[in-house]
Structures are given as C-alpha cells and as structure tokens.
C-alpha cells in the first residue's frame, strides 16, 4: 500500500513538470498593466476639491459649538417659526447677549452656513441670523472688507424679502429688533463711509474691491431702502390719520394691506427717524426736520416705546436746531430728554443698551453747555448744574465769551457732534485722480490755509461753519457785561470800556441785537412741523441808541418758585417713604429699664431726666397720631 501512493506521488511530480500552468490557468488579464508603478489616481476637479474641503472644515467647526448654543439656536429658531414674540423677545434680548457674554466675547458668532443643518436650512432665519452676527462683528471686533461687502448684501436680502414678496410676509418681530434693524444698518452705513474716505490707509487689493464695489452702502442705496419702507408701510398716512381719530376700519382702508401689520408699520416708523439721522450725517438739517412733519414729540408717540429710539430721536432733532440755531429748542429739546433719562435711570440699568445711552446723554450735556451759553436760559436749573459739574471748565470759558473761548466750543462740538459722512466717495475706479487726492499739499500753498485732510473732512467743515458764528457773537457777553450796569451810557464811554471806536462799538451792538432774536417753536404745542415757529426774544437785556447816547432797559424774570416747590416736594416725599420704611431702632440689650409714667400724678418714681413731648401720643411709624 505504501509503495502505490509513493508511486501515485511520483506520477502526480510528473503531471507538475509537463503541464504549463499559464495555459491551464490564464492569466485573467494580469499581464502586467496593473502594477504599482503604473496605477493612476483618481483625477478630482479643483472646485470638488474646495467643496470638500469646505465641507470637512464646517464639520470640524460645527463639533466646537458648545451644546447649550445649539440648543438655544433650535429654540430661537422654533421661536421664529411660531411667530412668538414673547420667546423671541426673550431669546434676543436676554440669550443672545448671554451666550455672547460667555463664549463670543472676543471672537464671532458660528457662521450662519455652519449653523445651518440646526434650522433645517431656513433661508429666513439665516438671514435675521447673519444681520445678528454681522452685528456682533461690527460692536465688538473689528469688520474687514469682506464683513462690510457681506453685511451689506445681507441686509439687501433681508429688505428685498420684506418689500419684494408677493403680500406682506408673516413674520413678527418685537419692536426693539425692528428698531435695532434700522439703526444697525444706518450705522453700518456710517461706519462703511468713514472708512472708504481714508484713501491712505487702503491696500491694493482693497482699492480694487472699493474700484469694482459700484453701488455698495451708497448713500442712494440706503435712502431708497427707508423711503421705500415709508411708502410700502403708508406710515405718514396712519400717522395722519389717527391724529384725525379716525376708526379702526377707516385706518385698516387708508394703509392697506402692508399697513396693517405691526411689522411693516413700525418698520416704516423707525425709518422716519432714520431719515432723519441720516440727513443730519449728510449735512441737510433742514431736511432731516423736514421728514418727522408727522411725528409729535411728546411722551405718547410710538417711538418712545423703545427707549434708545427715543433718545436717538430728541438727540438728532436737538443738534438739527443747534446747527440752524434755533438755541432755544435746541434747549428745550435736550432738557426734555435729559429728565427722561433721569426718571428712568433705575429701568435704563437692566436694558443691554445702558452704555450706549449713558454715552449719548453725556453728548447731549455737552450740546445743552454749548447752547446755554450761546443763549442763556433758565429753564431747568437741575440741568444746567449737572452739566456744570461735568463740564465746569469748558462752560465757564464758553460763558465769558472772547477769543479764549473758541477752543472750548470747539471741544465740546467735536465730542458731541455726531460722525459726519461724505455722500460721495473717492475717486477708487481713477487712479489719476486717487493719486491727486492723496498727494501732499504743494509748497506754494499758503501755510494759513487748512490741510487736505480737514478741508475734504465733513466733521471738519461742520465744524468751521459753527465757529464761525461763534467767533462773529464772541464780543457779545463782554458788552452784555457792561451794559447790566447802566441804564444809560454814552457812546463814546462805552466805546472806550470795549476799546474800540464808536463803529466797531455799533456793529458790536447790532451782532448782540442779532443774536438775542430767535426763531423758536410756541412751548406746549406738540403739533405742527419741527420747522415752525415764530421769533422770539431770548435776551432779558435791550437797548436804544438814540443820537450819542445808549438807553438800556433790563427785564427781570421772575424765578419759577412753582416748579422748584414742586421738585422740594417730590424729593422731601421720597425722604419721608424712605424713613417710614426704615425699621425701628432697637435699645440696647443691656440697658437699664425706664420706667414707666402712668399718670400725671406718678412722679415719684422718675427721676432721670426726661425730653419734652411734643406732640399727642406716640405710634409705630405710618400710623395716625392723637392729639
């Protein structure tokens, strides 16, 4: 048996030799053509590429969004979708700042294509989401040009979506959202212009974008934007026509469709007050009071609803009538205001706008010193001395008038003005004229005349213009000064207190009798255009020149005893609630037992000296008293 398999085994070497195992096989095609020096990788375009690298990198981004984020962006989301003011209010106002405080203090938000897949793509949330973010990006880091470009092309997006769609769209937004929708792209805006006119500071590749930008924060872009929401919302309209108290039904037929919803409404509202902050940082005061025909300054108007609207609003109206020098309502307007403020300081604190409101109250003391001094008033004393404490050097300059005081005014201008723009921008698409532009100033070029770069400044040329009207009235409370201490004076005499010839003396004369006139608006009445008025006198002093002799004649006001009752009053009140309030002090623990008297007769037992009384008897605090 062993030899027959040793044979079989044998026989089996044999079949090995003789057989060609690649005719018996094959090679199935392995013929060499797939080896590792020849294998080819797969070929991938170079936007796939992008795409999947871009893919991998929102992946990786998406992985570092904190699970409390994601979460409260679901929720905000929902919030949108259901149309819930009061979740939406809430998750804007109080999560948004929260979350900001706590993760993106210092760096941006997710981008809105990260956060996507969270509200399921939702190209309207996403929107309100990037105006968010861009928002962010502008208040606590620093924008480059692409933040700009994009912002501006998502609020494009965003107004075409509520002024292009077929009918009003169903969307609700608190007020204070609406507001800082308006007033954030109004300040981008800004912010956009200043930017653009320092040509210097610009690379190459940023003159190229700005060369190409054509259209982007154009000042014609942005007025289309809030006239347009004016017109689509029939604000001026409704405004109209409630004052003319018309019914529900008659107001639903007069605005239509678009006017009847809150969104659209307050949309167009904000944009008045827009307008009007846009056409003072262009330089058109008149226009920008032209524009709040319609809108009455008193405490029952929409936009003191929401109160950075409406600080903003007595800010802008205030300094439109400092520029025009209506001093007068320029004062009115900033002391109504500022004892708002006051008032509703404790409120203010809890709002996440407190700083900003603070900064802007503290511009407007500046403003209210400026004209206070330009036109002395006695309207509310409580304002003058804050401002005084806060500006004691710079009023006291203003007040003596003269030459010393035009650093002052000028001081206090720049502070409190607001950021000026110019509408048009530089010559980017030009480069001959770009370089003009930013070529220095020739040597032949008087050195009494301004540089460029405060000739071609809008805040600059603002700011000639009011120093000239102050330097021309300079002379005027250093003869007011004079002039209080006569009732008659002689020409002569007068001129050589002034040192200067009886001609200055009489133009001196005609400047005080100039600025002592003013237009201003009849107190207590609300209605009516800002521009409206009638003129006034603002000056207690007046004067004849009759031949060589100068007659003076003082009008003494009368201190308003009323009002200063009135505020003694409120705040002996609020003294008095605060001791009653107070708990009752406790004696000693060990002090000694005082006796006590029953009657007139029980004087035995006291011998301790006691205070008179000096009234019925004695009761817990709040309670009455019996004779």
């Not at 044979?7 to 003789?18: G, P, R």
């Not at 990037?130 to 912002?151: A, G, K, M, T, W």
């Not at 404790?346 to 802007?360: A, E, G, L, P, V």
């Not at 035995?604 to 009761?619: F, L, S, Y």
Request: aromatic share 10%; glycine share 4%; proline share 6%.
């Amino acid at each position: 048996m062993a030899q027959q398999r040793m044979a079989l085994w044998a026989a089996e070497a044999d079949i090995d030799e003789d057989v060609d195992l690649s005719l018996a096989i094959g090679d199935y095609g392995q013929n060499g053509q797939y080896e590792d020096a020849h294998i080819q990788p797969p070929q991938i375009d170079e936007a796939t590429l992008i795409a999947m690298q871009q893919h991998m990198a929102q992946q990786a981004a998406f992985s570092q969004i904190p699970d409390v984020v994601k979460g409260f962006i679901v929720h905000f989301h929902q919030a949108v979708l259901d149309n819930n003011l009061a979740e939406i209010t809430v998750a804007y106002e109080s999560g948004w700042n929260k979350y900001t405080e706590k993760f993106y203090s210092r760096t941006e938000w997710p981008e809105a294509e990260i956060i996507a897949p969270l509200v399921n793509d939702d190209p309207i949330f996403l929107i309100l989401y990037r105006e968010l973010y861009y928002r962010h990006v502008y208040s606590r880091l620093q924008p480059n040009i692409d933040d700009r470009f994009h912002s501006y092309e998502n609020s494009c997006e965003l107004f075409n979506y509520l002024l292009n769609s077929d009918g009003p769209v169903q969307l609700e937004l608190p007020e204070q959202w609406l507001w800082d929708i308006i007033d954030e792209f109004i300040y981008q805006f800004q912010v956009f212009c200043t930017w653009r006119s320092k040509v210097k500071s610009k690379t190459d590749d940023e003159v190229a974008m700005l060369a190409e930008g054509g259209p982007v924060w154009s000042s014609y872009s942005v007025l289309n934007v809030l006239y347009s929401l004016i017109q689509k919302s029939r604000i001026n309209d409704y405004i109209v026509a409630q004052q003319e108290g018309k019914s529900p039904e008659q107001l639903a037929e007069i605005v239509g469709e678009y006017g009847q919803r809150p969104l659209y409404r307050m949309l167009g509202y904000f944009s008045i007050i827009g307008l009007l902050r846009v056409h003072v940082l262009l330089g058109d005061f008149t226009l920008a009071l032209k524009v709040m025909d319609n809108v009455e300054l008193n405490q029952k108007s929409p936009f003191t609803r929401v109160t950075a609207c409406h600080v903003t609003t007595y800010y802008y109206v205030g300094f439109c009538y400092l520029m025009l020098r209506r001093y007068p309502d320029a004062i009115r307007t900033f002391v109504t205001v500022l004892n708002f403020i006051m008032r509703m300081r404790q409120y203010h604190t809890r709002s996440y706008q407190y700083d900003q409101i603070s900064k802007t109250a503290d511009r407007m003391y500046a403003l209210f010193a400026v004209c206070n001094a330009l036109s002395p008033s006695r309207l509310d004393d409580n304002i003058t001395n804050i401002s005084k404490e806060r500006y004691g050097e710079q009023f006291a300059k203003m007040a003596r008038g003269g030459e010393e005081s035009l650093p002052a005014f000028e001081e206090l201008f720049l502070y409190a003005c607001p950021k000026f723009i110019t509408a048009n921008p530089p010559p980017y698409d030009d480069p001959v004229a770009l370089e003009a532009l930013i070529s220095p100033p020739s040597p032949v070029e008087s050195p009494t005349q301004s540089s460029p770069s405060s000739s071609t400044d809008p805040t600059h040329r603002h700011l000639s213009l009011f120093l000239a009207d102050v330097a021309a009235q300079a002379p005027v409370p250093t003869l007011r000064s004079f002039l209080k201490l006569y009732t008659s004076l002689g020409a002569k005499k007068l001129a050589n207190f002034l040192d200067a010839d009886e001609e200055e003396m009489v133009q001196e004369m005609m400047m005080m009798k100039q600025v002592s006139k003013s237009i201003s608006r009849i107190p207590g009445t609300d209605k009516g255009s800002l521009l409206d008025g009638q003129m006034i006198t603002t000056s207690d002093l007046n004067f004849v020149i009759d031949e060589n002799m100068v007659h003076i004649a003082e009008s003494t006001v009368g201190r308003r005893y009323a009002g200063w009752f009135i505020k003694n009053t409120e705040r002996t009140q609020r003294i008095f609630d605060d001791l009653k309030h107070m708990p009752l002090p406790q004696p000693p623990k060990n002090a000694a037992p005082t006796p006590t008297i029953t009657g007139p007769s029980s004087t035995g037992g006291d011998t301790q000296p006691r205070a008179p009384r000096t009234g019925g008897q004695k009761v817990a605090w709040g309670g009455a008293r019996v004779a």
